[in-house]
T-cell receptor, first 112, second 116 residues
Framework: EDQVTQSPEALRLQEGESSSLNCSYT??????LFWYRQDPGKGPEFLFT???AGEEKEKERLKATLTKKESFLHITAPKPEDSATYLC?????????????FGKGITLSVRP | DTGVSQNPRHKITKRGQNVTFRCDPI?????LYWYRQTLGQGPEFLTY????????KSRLLSDRFSAERPKGSFSTLEIQRTEQGDSAMYLC??????????????FGPGTRLTVL
């Protein structure tokens, strides 16, 4: 069964203090790894898709990387508006398999 | 706004009542998904459609849950004889990918269900 584990559960940063969020996964053949941002009471907002080990993608202060067992979401010089829950999900290869398996998320708080 | 829309946004019901939620996907997206999310957890897959065909259902989806996507457009999720354990956020997502390809799923705002 596919599994996703995210750590830490919560992270508090000072504005400008860079850090990384971890996503460990086990999957029977990775089709894609996804990062989403979720604000309280709202649906997840798509950030990145990574397909193979070594791949990196960037968007503003965020950079996502992928290895064969983990993905990292690096946040450079965060601002208070980056405060949210960050969700990692995997999609497995094979047939009609299309569902996403999510981790529990990492709640990020950035203090001004 | 051309994103995924869901109605209602909030639903409060008494135990034993039936409820129905609606999801309108992004125009021309042929895949539509339903997930359920409880507090402190990530979304859990319930079911998905490729056009009007329901291709996969999670074992989480008991006989009290039924989903439809007539004509491959909007979808409805019905819960019969609701229980307090059904209280959760019900999320709908859509994607443009054809079968077998990696796809990006775009989520709606969700319907928050509270069962009293």
């Amino acid at each position: 069964e596919d599994q996703v584990t995210q750590s830490p559960e919560a992270l508090r940063l000072q504005e400008g203090e860079s850090s990384s969020l971890n996503c460990s996964y086990t999957v029977s053949g990775l089709r894609g790894l996804f990062w989403y941002r979720q604000d309280p009471g709202k649906g997840p907002e798509f950030l990145f898709t990574l397909y193979s080990a070594g791949e990196e993608k960037e968007k503003e202060r965020l950079k996502a990387t992928l290895t064969k067992k983990e993905s990292f979401l690096h946040i450079t010089a965060p601002k208070p508006e980056d405060s949210a829950t960050y969700l990692c999900a995997v999609q497995a290869r094979g047939g009609a398999n299309s569902k996403l398996t999510f981790g529990k998320g990492i709640t990020l708080s950035v203090r001004p | 706004d051309t994103g995924v829309s869901q109605n209602p946004r909030h639903k409060i019901t008494k135990r034993g009542q039936n409820v129905t939620f609606r999801c309108d996907p992004i125009s021309e997206h042929n895949r539509l998904y339903w997930y359920r999310q409880t507090l402190g957890q990530g979304p859990e897959f319930l079911t998905y459609f490729q056009n009007e065909a329901q291709l996969e259902k999670s074992r989480l989806l008991s006989d009290r849950f039924s989903a439809e996507r007539p004509k491959g457009s909007f979808s409805t999720l019905e819960i019969q004889r609701t229980e307090q354990g059904d209280s959760a956020m019900y999320l709908c997502a859509s994607s443009p990918a054809p079968l077998g390809y990696t796809d990006t799923q775009y989520f709606g705002p969700g319907t928050r269900l509270t069962v009293l």
